[in-house]
Structures are given as C-alpha cells and as structure tokens.
C-alpha cells in the first residue's frame, strides 16, 4: 500500500505518521530537515526543527503568492501548526547552473544549494523562506 500524503492544513498527528514512514533524512539546515518520502519520489517532508514555524510557514505563503511563477518548489500540503510541509523535491545543480539563471527580485538566499532542478529541467527554488519584502510588486509580476 503506497504512503498517503495528508490534505492541507491537516492536523499534526498525521503528518507525525507521514515522518515516522520516512527514515531517510536527505538534507538537514539551520531550522528544518528535510526527508525521503517513500512511494513518492517527487516529494519530500520539511518538519521544522525549531519551537516556532516560521521558515514553513514563510515558504507556505510565499508559495500561494507566487505559485503561477513557477520559480519555486511546488507546495503539495502542510500541517495545521506549519511544522510539516510536503514539497517537490528536486534534483541538484551542477556547478556552474545558477550562472545565468535569473533570480525573482523577492528571494534573497541566493545560494545553489537553495535550488534545484525540476522533472522537466526548470531551476527552482527549494528553499524560499528569506525573501525582500519591500520589493516592488511591478518586479515580479
């Protein structure tokens, strides 16, 4: 039976069997870790690591702003609390990828490990919780 993925805004406690099916921690940063999700590939589980959720729930809204962009890791669903976040996962970039690459004016870490390739090859972000909020709406639109 392949793992079922909560719906958005569940509550924590299923998320918190989502993450005990998911043994492999692929990435770990400063206030979350990231992990396999076995039967699904194409995503993974950001669990925050921290007593507030902040850098979920930026990257959550941040996402239903900007989605239509399609510069960012898809968001698939999230936690009540925002301590869980299932997003598409990508692949690595080569060196050398983010060279001509064109940053939306409202993500400020701009460093490669941030981002990552999707299934048809378009550079995204997979970390979008730092942004410049003060950026004019007329730049990214």
């Not at 406690?13 to 992990?35: H, K, M, V």
């Not at 299932?86 to 940053?103: A, I, N, W, Y």
């Not at 993500?107 to 048809?120: E, F, I, Q, V």
């Amino acid at each position: 039976m392949a793992i079922e993925i909560p719906r958005q805004a569940s509550a924590d406690c299923y998320f918190e069997s989502l993450w005990l099916e998911c043994p492999t921690r692929i990435g770990r940063g400063t206030t979350r870790d990231a992990y396999e999700i076995p039967d699904h590939q194409d995503k993974v589980l950001k669990v925050s690591n921290c007593p507030v959720n902040f850098s979920n729930w930026m990257e959550i809204l941040v996402h239903n702003q900007f989605k239509d962009s399609n510069d960012l890791a898809n968001i698939f669903s999230w936690s009540w609390s925002g301590r869980f976040v299932v997003m598409e996962r990508l692949k690595p970039l080569s060196q050398g990828d983010l060279t001509l690459h064109t940053f939306p004016p409202y993500l400020t870490d701009r460093k490669s490990d941030n981002y990552g390739r999707d299934a048809s090859g378009k550079i995204k972000a997979l970390d979008y919780a730092a942004l410049n909020i003060a950026a004019p709406r007329d730049d990214f639109l």
